[in-house]
Nanobody, 127 residues
Framework: QVQLVESGGGLVQAGGSLRLSCAAS????????MAWFRQPPGKEREFVAV????????GYEDSVKGRFTISRDNAKNTLYLEMNSLKPEETAVYYC????????????????????WGQGTQVTISS
């Protein structure tokens, strides 16, 4: 499995921006579909965004479309999530996840379908 380490979380005011990073190691990064999930306090983990192996296609949860951008740099083995116009209800631990998606189905929203996870980074948005 690939090892994942998130960074970039912190405290920001509503309407602000943050950029999360996820550094991968141990396996060939470009062999993995990558995604971001988040887990608000007391709630289940939820899908945020997903990106294909080469970064040619992306998918987003409806509530973040137009505000969040997922991207990857395969040369740097790094996944990113640019978050703008943040809302207090988006306070959560943000996780990156990886899966080889050997069946070719890259657009996956179910966290059970991802084989590797980072430890998470806390994002807190104050009102």
């Amino acid at each position: 499995q690939v090892q994942l380490v998130e960074s970039g979380g912190g405290l920001v005011q509503a309407g602000g921006s943050l950029r999360l990073s996820c550094a991968a190691s141990g396996r060939t990064f470009s062999n993995y579909v990558m995604a971001w999930f988040r887990q608000p306090p007391g709630k289940e983990r939820e899908f945020v965004a997903v990106i294909t192996w080469a970064g040619s296609s992306t998918g987003y949860e409806d509530s973040v479309k137009g505000r969040f951008t997922i991207s990857r740099d395969n040369a740097k083995n790094t996944l990113y999530l640019e978050m703008n116009s943040l809302k207090p209800e988006e306070t959560a631990v943000y996780y990156c996840a990886a899966d080889r998606a050997a069946d070719g189905r890259w657009y996956r929203r179910d966290p059970r379908l991802f084989e590797s996870w980072g430890q998470g980074t806390q994002v807190t948005i104050s009102s």
